[in-house]
């Protein structure tokens, strides 16, 4: 069997903006892979009611996954509704359960957006709940016993809610595949006018592409990168896990390594 990576966020068009590189990667790599939304994308239009927009918006999602092959796996709740709270965790659990990934991908833990920060806590949390028997998911699906390693995107804007500019672990190239980044980022084609008029946001492609380079040039590697940080291993995997790192040797570079603790 194929390894299994799981890109998790918030609304349509997310993981294209902040994760859609690697993933392709991690696709050419080997592994299967899985795409999901949690938040429909209700709230993207000044024109169209939820329903309607939420519609268009899986349509335009259901598409990005298939450019590359990934298995959609539907939204769970309308926009602004992305809470931390018991329904919601039951039925992501579930789904992390039924894909059994080694490579979970979602969003840094604080973010511009509560929806973000949210749906990282969630999806943490339906990892580490994976292997829990007495966790009791919706629908009912068996605990799995294979090791997860999760990874936080950048922050969208590349900094956090303070301003504070956010430096990661590590770096990903993607140099020769952010045309394919920026294909998928353009099926998304209700966002750029929500965009435009909601958040004053010109050139919704170019916003992601130019994020891409600041990350690229603050790796002093590469001409576009993603960058990431693995969460704490507690629970997850073994402590030295770094299956995107090994996976993708020869097309990632590590920060400085941390300082070692004082002796006592």
């Not at 998911?137 to 301003?163: E, F, K, Q, S």
């Not at 592409?209 to 002093?220: D, F, I, K, R, T």
Request: overall charge negative.
């Amino acid at each position: 069997m194929s390894p299994r990576a799981f890109a998790v966020a918030a609304h349509p068009d997310d993981i294209e903006f902040m994760m859609a590189g690697t993933l392709i990667l991690l696709g050419r790599a080997g592994y299967e892979l899985h795409y999901m939304t949690i938040a429909n994308g209700s709230c993207g239009s000044e024109r169209l009611d939820g329903g309607a927009i939420a519609a268009i918006r899986r349509q335009e999602a259901m598409a990005a996954a298939a450019l590359v092959g990934a298995t959609y796996h539907e939204s769970l709740v309308d926009d602004l509704e992305v809470l931390y709270e018991l329904e919601t965790l039951r039925r992501l659990a579930a789904v992390m359960r039924e894909v059994g990934p080694q490579i979970v991908l979602t969003h840094w833990p604080d973010e511009y957006m509560e929806d973000h920060s949210n749906a990282s806590r969630l999806v943490c949390t339906a990892a580490f709940a994976r292997g829990m028997p007495n966790f009791r998911t919706d629908p009912a699906r068996p605990a799995i016993g294979v090791p997860v390693t999760i990874y936080h995107a950048m922050p969208y804007g590349l900094r956090d809610p303070l301003r504070q500019l956010v430096r990661p672990e590590m770096w990903v190239d993607v140099s020769d595949v952010i045309g394919k980044k920026r294909r998928m980022l353009a099926l998304h084609e209700s966002q750029k006018a929500w965009l435009d008029a909601s958040q004053g946001i010109d050139a919704y492609l170019d916003r992601m592409e130019e994020m891409c380079a600041q990350m690229g040039h603050l790796s002093g590697e590469y001409r576009y990168a993603e960058g990431w940080t693995r969460r704490l291993h507690l629970g997850y995997s073994a402590p030295e896990a770094d299956p995107l790192g090994d996976v993708l040797v020869g097309r990632c570079c590590h920060s400085d390594a941390e300082p070692p603790m004082p002796h006592r």
